[in-house]
């Protein structure tokens, strides 16, 4: 025991205070970043009409915001693995909830734009970051779990949009509900103050007492490290700190890297192409604009059950199967919500219904394992950069995606788009097959020992 890094130790402390802590922490933040990424798509009808847009000034709203997704998740993975997690930790929640904010004061639809830009920076760089933080700090046998909890805090958001969409919206309008996302972000943000650096982020950079010290503290939370005399033993350290962005394509990482990229680009066309347009897909089968919002809030609130089991099946069957098997289902549902017809009438009864429901249970179900994956594959030095530059390569997608999915509804119409979806998600599942690792039950040392 003696000879016990001190990394092994927080390998082994039981889910305690402050893990639950951390994860309620970091998942506010997720929670209203969700919810503002979903929101747009209620609030571009609305700012259309206030600075009379045609379509394509329209999409470059939708896209500004992408764009800076792109550029925040491969600029604050890089800097997380340089300056540390906790500093762009809070950065980049403050930056999203100052972009919010210059969105809801938006004088003309440039400095919107911009606004969209500086917020998306703040959410593209907020995701990665938090979780490989959270997964630094997660115990190894419940690590998986936990980080899907944490991606499950998107369905909180989504539904708390939907909320706004219905509440909020009509009473206070687009810049209202721009504002009420931002001013309790900034809250989150004040809080993430007082949470320590990740304990393998100073190992990393020499400096093994506050690292020490930091695992003490969760350890001390669990009831444990009263009285240690041992000499702290710090874990192997790569040469040099942060590690080159190239080291992401050296042998023992580039097949762990095509599988990401693909992954994250497979998922992200995917969600972005199908969930940013679905109240106007419904809209475009007959719904009305109001009964087309609500359909999308109650399917919605699949997301929850499509989380938790994921999060159950991630620690009992692994990441891999998992991930193979949801987006399976998420094919095989959006082949049968491409397919069927929505009338009216519609309800929670209809098929129309079902589908969306299954459909959003087992996509955001896969997501939560993305991002449970993404940071395990990657040492210490490399690990922010391996999963901003995934999330980043994801972003593409997600710029692309809701560009081409009206465009190719008028061409070959809605059951033409979404069997476009259905061969990129059986794709991706087939990389995720022959190309990923299993991690389930190893301390992310032995996934990524220090080069």
């Known amino acids: 025991m003696a000879a016990e890094t001190f990394l092994a130790r927080l390998d082994r402390v039981p889910l305690n205070r402050f893990h639950w802590r951390l994860l309620i922490v970091a998942g506010l933040g997720w929670m209203f970043d969700a919810m503002d990424v979903i929101l747009i798509a209620f609030l571009l009808t609305p700012i259309r009409t206030e600075f009379g847009l045609d379509a394509t000034q329209t999409g470059f709203v939708l896209s500004a915001g992408f764009v800076g997704m792109f550029l925040g998740a491969a600029i604050a993975g ?13 950065v980049t929640l403050v930056l999203f909830s100052v972009g919010a904010l210059l969105s809801a004061i938006a004088p003309s639809f440039e400095t919107l734009l911009l606004a969209r830009v500086i917020a998306g920076l703040g959410l593209g760089g907020e995701l990665p970051v938090a979780s490989t933080l959270v997964s630094e700090y997660a115990p190894r046998a419940s690590r998986g779990r936990f980080i899907v909890l944490l991606e499950s805090f998107w369905a ?120 940013t347009f679905l109240p106007s897909l419904l809209a475009g089968r007959g719904l009305s604009v109001v009964r087309s919002n609500e359909f999308f809030f109650l399917s919605t609130l699949a997301q929850v059950p499509g989380y938790f089991s994921a999060a159950w099946l991630v620690e009992r069957i692994g990441r891999r199967p998992t991930l193979v098997a949801y987006l399976v289902g998420s094919a095989i549902a959006a082949y049968g919500f491409g397919n069927v017809g929505v009338g009216p009438e519609a309800n929670a009864t209809s098929p129309a219904f079902i589908w969306a429901a299954l459909l959003s249970f087992f996509n955001l179900g896969a997501w939560g394992v993305v991002y449970t994956v993404s940071p395990e594959l990657y040492p210490t030095a490399l690990r922010a950069t391996g999963a901003g530059t995934a999330a980043a390569v994801g972003r593409v997608g997600g710029i692309i995606g809701p560009f081409l999915t009206p465009t190719l509804t008028v061409s070959v119409g809605q059951p033409g788009v979404f069997g476009l979806f259905v061969g990129l998600l059986l794709l991706t599942a087939a990389a995720v097959g022959l190309l990923g690792e299993e991690t389930r039950g190893k301390s992310l040392e032995e996934i990524a020992p220090a080069a």
């Open 78 to 90: 890089r800097l997380a693995d340089r300056v540390g997690r906790k500093t762009v930790f809070q």
């Open 156 to 275: 909180y958001g989504t539904i708390l949009a939907g909320i706004v969409a219905l509440v909020v919206l009509p009473q206070f309008g687009w810049r209202g509900a721009f504002v009420f996302g931002a001013l309790p972000a900034l809250y989150v943000a004040y809080l993430r103050r007082a949470l320590p650096e990740s304990p393998r982020f100073l190992a990393e950079h020499g400096r093994a007492a506050e690292a020490d010290a930091v695992v003490r503290r969760v350890e001390r939370e669990g009831g444990g490290a009263l009285i240690t005399v041992a000499r702290p033993v710090p874990p192997e350290r790569s040469a040099g700190g942060a590690a080159p962005i190239g080291a992401l394509f050296a042998p023992r990482y580039a097949r762990r890297t095509v599988m990401l990229w693909i992954l994250w680009f497979g998922i992200t066309f995917t969600y972005y192409g199908i969930f």
